[in-house]
């Protein structure tokens, strides 16, 4: 969430179409969503068009968690190739499970098209460059098995990617042309927009602080005093769950993503920096992510440290991989600085909860939910309404804490330390 030390590139667009923040009054719902963000957004939209009465509660406003600060990269599939998830789950799911996978970038660029969304776009593909050997070899182990099933991704060598990325230091890498970028505020205020226009009532500044089962219905209290009643709770809070349904915090590891933005750059570095528009991860253990603005400027991302930042100082980290991938931008001015939070699961996985008929919870984006989440919410809203849990890509699994969780952080920062070591050694 902002804070005097986050001021992030994506602004609410000044002639945004407003959605009207509303807290339903009277009897049952039919679903409450915790969260605001594209996960409880998506899901009420969908909910709305297939006839159920909606109310999505968010303890701040809409876009202040990480669906409006994040890199606005959509990128289709998961953090594992098809092969892996097909053994790991089964031909039937697993082939399922791909197939979703394949179509969440699809998941938010159909929307921006059918709903018309002012949404600043771009869809010329994601690159995954490769720094060493190993992810190169992964890079064509990833390409063979998506082009296997018919995706448009292409393997590139290191003269391609130089001219594509116009970045030093890499060996080649992987394009998938199904991904692009987005303005991810505009994207996450506009959903709310054609929710609420769909009928979805949507209330900010709503945290829920009490959960109850009361006579069949689920009672929502929250913390500004408002009380409803739904046959079914959405907790879509994601790296942001707080000690609202005991033990679902501790299933996942909240970390920071830091983010900085360059100022616009100047006319001769725009044909040479990233001149397709695609946005880039790299392959280092703390990977670096970047794109450009609609504005001309670069944006670029890492991991950062858990406490919250104190200066400009706790971006360093950012402004040193820009300056490494671009010596051209060392001096150019860094004019933003911001972060939010990601949730990681033991397995690298989102999970997919129902600890009791009613309560759905959906957490561990991976850092990677623009478009997953997207597409998570229609198949959510279609559960809601048909109740058909084949519906959904991930099993509904019980809520496992992770063991020693509060130690976890430790073990976290420590690994990132010895991460970043590792990727230096190999520069
Ligand atoms: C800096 C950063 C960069 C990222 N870059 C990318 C990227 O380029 N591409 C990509 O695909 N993904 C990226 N991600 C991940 C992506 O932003 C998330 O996966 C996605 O936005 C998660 O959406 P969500 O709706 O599940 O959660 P959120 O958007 O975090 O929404 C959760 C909401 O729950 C609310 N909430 C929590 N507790 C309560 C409560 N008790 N009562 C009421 N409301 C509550 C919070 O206020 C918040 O608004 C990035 C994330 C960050 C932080």
């Known amino acids: 969430m902002p804070t005097a030390f986050s001021d992030p590139v994506w602004q609410k667009p000044p002639t945004a179409t407003p959605f009207q923040s509303d807290l339903g009054s009277g009897g049952a719902l039919d679903v409450v969503i915790v969260g605001g963000g594209i996960m409880g957004l998506s899901t009420a939209l969908h909910a709305a068009r297939a006839g159920l009465s909606v109310q999505v509660l968010d303890g701040g406003a809409i876009g202040q968690g990480a669906s409006g600060l994040n890199g606005g990269q959509v990128i289709p599939g998961l953090k594992y190739d098809p092969e892996w998830l097909i053994e790991h789950f089964g031909k039937e799911r697993g082939e399922a499970l791909v197939q979703f996978a394949a179509s969440t970038a699809d998941a ?7 709903e018309k969304l002012a949404v600043p776009f771009t869809r ?15 890079a064509a182990n990833r390409d063979r098995q998506w082009r296997a099933r018919g995706a448009d991704v292409k393997l590139l060598d290191r003269d391609e990617i130089a001219a594509m990325t116009g970045a030093e230091g890499y060996l080649g890498g992987w394009l998938d042309r199904r991904a692009g970028v987005i303005d991810p505020l505009s994207y996450t205020l506009e959903l709310a927009r054609v929710a609420a226009s769909a009928g979805a009532r949507i209330a900010e500044q709503q945290k829920v602080v009490k959960l109850a089962k009361e006579a069949g219905f689920w009672r929502v209290a929250t913390q500004a005093g408002a009380d409803v009643r739904a ?11 707080d000690e609202l349904w005991a033990g679902l915090a501790q299933t996942i590891v909240p970390l920071h993503s830091f983010q900085i933005a360059t100022a616009s750059l100047p006319a001769e570095l ?6 397709g528009g695609q946005a880039v991860s790299d392959s280092r253990r703390i990977l670096v992510y970047y794109r450009r603005s609609p504005d001309g400027r670069i944006v670029l991302g890492g991991r950062g440290r858990m406490a919250l930042p104190s200066s400009a100082g706790d971006w360093a980290h950012c402004e040193r991989a820009l300056v490494r991938l671009y010596p051209a931008l060392a001096g150019i001015a860094v004019e933003k600085r911001w972060f939010g939070r990601v949730a990681l699961t033991p397995d690298h996985l989102p999970h997919l909860h129902q600890p009791e008929k009613g309560l759905l919870a959906v957490v561990g984006c991976q850092g990677r939910g623009v478009g997953l989440m997207s597409a998570l919410g229609k198949r959510m809203a279609n559960y809601l309404a048909i109740g058909d849990a084949t ?32 990727d230096a050694f190999e520069r």
């Open 108 to 114: 938010v660029f159909d929307l921006i098209r059918d």
């Open 124 to 138: 010329n593909g994601w690159i995954q460059a490769a720094h060493t050997e190993t992810a190169l070899k992964a």
């Open 231 to 241: 046959k079914s709770v959405v907790l879509a809070t994601n790296a942001y769950t």
């Open 270 to 275: 725009v044909s040479k920096i990233l001149p």
């Open 391 to 422: 519906q959904l890509p991930f099993p509904l699994s019980p809520i496992r804490p992770i063991p020693f969780h509060a130690f976890r952080q430790v073990g976290v920062a420590a690994a990132i330390t010895w991460y970043r070591m590792l």
